[in-house]
């Protein structure tokens, strides 16, 4: 095993960013669709300062070429227990123990920092493993959740949205559901935040050792805030009982830099208000009004546990396809 050096990245250095950058990108090749953020995004992304997370980047350097990175996050409101590592490797350079090492330095610095478990996600093929997914096994990752990755075209999958709406506004039975592209209306917003303080503990999980975040209005605002100075759009809509009160909400969020790719954040609806359609209904709210603010959107990515059966059945209909497996693995520190 060569001995790296692995410099800790100073995310306003831009020609040390894109270096870091161009590894991952490099490294996400291999995945069924292009899922790794576009450089005019993460140019702005990584370096935003955030209230919620702590992000260090590293780069591992053999012989003065940049051969590995790894990102780590760490969680300063909710889940402060936990950091987020993900190691990347050149194809060119695997096998030769350049993801061992930026490992075993992500794992320090998160145990310096006083984390007790790391959690990680490594894509698959449907019916296979993939380097990332073996690496995590022989490091001591199990896997604590497993999700399929799906991908609709909205291009196609639109065409048969018309009949779905039909069928959703005729089992809302006195609930309603709102949209919106920019802050929550304010009768709402505790509401919400009250929905999104359960939302962790009401999805499938698996083994996870995720707890609870707690929302506030004001998290709200300044998360509404942080988005707009970073170019990014959560599209939400919120579903509400028929005496107006917030019982589910849906959210498909994109970059103002690409908005080519978007991805669902999530999707609940409280257990006891299940079964008006309201999953379908704010789904196709949500991927309607992404539609119309940004016809250049091409797909939007989610990802179910195969154990949701309920949304998986949404997905399905609105013409979501299965492109990989995500694995959620997870190691507690000693």
């Not at 208000?273 to 603010?293: I, P, Q």
Request: hydrophobic share 40%.
């Amino acid at each position: 095993m060569s001995d790296l050096e692995i410099r800790e990245v100073d995310v306003h250095d831009e020609a040390a960013l894109r270096t870091w950058w161009e590894v991952g990108h490099a490294a996400s090749a291999e995945r069924p669709f292009d899922a790794w953020p576009a450089w005019e995004v993460s140019r702005v992304a990584l370096p935003f300062p955030r209230t919620d997370s702590a992000i260090t980047l590293l780069t591992a350097f053999d012989a003065g070429a940049a051969v590995g990175t790894a990102l780590v996050v760490e969680f300063l409101l909710d889940n402060t227990h936990l950091a987020e590592v993900t190691v990347y490797v050149d194809p060119a350079q695997r096998r030769r123990g350049f993801g061992t090492q930026l490992l075993d330095e992500a794992e320090e610095r998160v145990r310096r920092s006083g984390r007790t478990s790391i959690i990680s996600s490594a894509f698959a093929p449907v019916d296979g493993e993939s380097p990332g997914s073996l690496f995590a096994a022989a490091r001591g990752y199990p896997v604590g959740s497993a999700e399929e990755t799906k991908l609709v075209d909205l291009a196609t999958a639109t065409e048969s949205w018309g009949s779905l709406q039909d069928e959703a506004d005729a089992g809302l039975d006195g609930y309603s559901c709102i949209v919106f592209d920019g802050p929550c209306p304010e009768e709402h917003v505790q509401g919400f935040a009250d929905v999104l303080s359960v939302f962790i503990g009401a999805i499938p999980s698996g083994d996870l050792d995720l707890e609870d975040a707690q929302w506030t209005p004001e998290r709200i605002r300044l998360g509404e805030r942080e988005r707009v100075e970073a170019g990014r759009v959560n599209v939400t809509a919120l579903a509400l009982t028929p005496t107006a009160e917030v019982c589910g909400f849906s959210d498909v969020r994109l970059s103002r830099a690409d908005p080519r790719h978007a991805g669902v954040g999530g999707t609940l609806v409280v257990p006891e208000h299940r079964g008006h359609r309201l999953g379908l209904a704010m789904k196709l709210l949500t991927h309607g009004r992404v539609r119309e603010l940004f016809p250049e959107c091409e797909f939007i990515e989610t990802g179910n546990a195969g154990v949701n059966a309920p949304m998986n059945a949404v997905n399905e209909r609105m013409g979501y396809r299965v492109v990989e497996r995500c694995l959620d693995v997870q190691k507690r520190l000693a």
